[in-house]
């Protein structure tokens, strides 16, 4: 019923950015809550940041500073501008969002691969 389609991953020199962006799409009434999730071989899924429709934002300690999330509610997509990258941030990222829909629940994009070279 949704799709989150993530976009950007690649492989980067540390202090190096990248852009990630997810894209919503389908029978959506509204999203509430879109975040952005990584999880690194070995470790937890854990938080990155997420952004509800009202603007408020928040994000993990460890990334405090240097991502930013955006969200551009017309086109019902998600950014996440990552700065000075560090080898610690490699993982696989995934998209989130809380979505009003025929299902209304949570819904998680595929992935995408973020390589961060020492």
């Known amino acids: 019923q949704v799709q989150l389609v993530e976009s950007g991953g690649g492989l980067v020199q540390a202090g190096g950015a990248l852009r990630l962006s997810c894209a919503a799409s389908g029978t959506i009434v509204s999203i509430n809550t879109m975040g952005w999730y990584r999880q690194a071989p070995g470790k937890q899924r854990e938080l990155v940041a997420r952004t509800i429709s009202d603007g408020r934002t928040n994000y993990a300690d460890s990334v405090k500073g240097r991502f930013s999330i955006s969200r551009d509610n017309a086109k019902n997509t998600a950014y996440l501008q990552m700065n000075s990258l560090k080898p610690e941030d490699t993982a696989v990222y995934y998209c989130?969002?809380?979505?009003?829909?025929?299902?209304?629940?949570?819904?998680w994009g595929q992935g995408t691969q973020v390589t961060v070279s020492s």
């Open positions: 989130n969002a809380e979505v009003v829909a025929l299902y209304t629940g949570s819904y």
